[in-house]
Each structure stands twice: as C-alpha cells, then as structure tokens.
C-alpha cells in the first residue's frame, strides 16, 4: 500500500525550531517530486515547499523563504522540512504528498498532487 507519514509535529515557541519528515511506506520516494502543504483553520491548503526527485531543485513559499529547508534521503526513503525561526502565522497541519506529473515546477496547487499523508500538527504560540 502506498503510503506517506509525517513526524515531528508540535508545540513550540516563537523563535524555535522543528524538523518534520515525510516517510514513503509501500514504494520507493526517489522516483517522486515531493510537496509540503499546510492548511491552518479556516485557510486553504498551501504548498510552503517542494523538491524535485534528485533533490537537485527545491521550491519555497515566499511566506517561509529563508527559514524553511526541505531535503531528501533517498537512503532512508524520507524527505524533511526544517523550520527555523518559527512564526505563530507557521501554525497549521503540515502535510505531504507526491507530486502528480514528477515535476515541482508549475504545480504548487494541491490538485496537483496525491497520496497524502494524515499530517502533523505545528502549533507556535508563547
């Protein structure tokens, strides 16, 4: 069965950081372009970052540029966000899924994408 899992959720303070991953169960995750979504109550999922099959090209929102940093290990079948200097406005479920036609580019809206995983929640607050 194929299927994505998200750890590392949970609450920290302003300023902290975390380190999500995204772990592929059922089939190997080199062959995938990988997205991370986040959807916040009342909000619209979006896409905060991606990264193409060989980890070669990586996509930022504008919103988590300079702070986020997504990576893969192909070894250990998993891609990773890294957040630093989180904000209260970063609280959300964060997600991953595979991007449907291989390729980050072009593609930052989440019907572009499949096989989502249940999600991890981050929540920043003091």
């Known amino acids: 069965q194929v299927q994505l899992v998200e750890s590392g959720g949970g609450l920290v303070q302003p300023g902290d950081s975390l380190r999500l991953s995204c772990a592929a169960s059922g089939f190997t995750l080199d062959y995938y372009a990988i997205g991370w979504f986040r959807q916040a109550p009342g909000k619209e999922r979006e896409r905060v970052s991606c990264?193409?099959?060989?980890?070669?090209?990586?996509y930022y929102a504008d919103s988590v540029s300079g702070r986020f940093t997504i990576s893969r290990d192909n070894a250990k079948n998993t891609v990773y966000l890294q957040m630093n200097s989180l904000k209260p406005e970063d609280t959300a479920v964060y997600y991953c899924?595979?991007?449907?036609?291989?390729?980050?580019?072009?593609?930052?809206?989440?019907?572009?994408?499949?096989?989502w995983g249940q999600g991890t929640q981050v929540t920043v607050s003091s």
């Open positions: 990264i193409s099959r060989s980890g070669g090209s990586t």
């Open positions: 899924a595979i991007a449907k036609l291989g390729v980050c580019s072009g593609y930052s809206a989440p019907a572009g994408f499949r096989s």
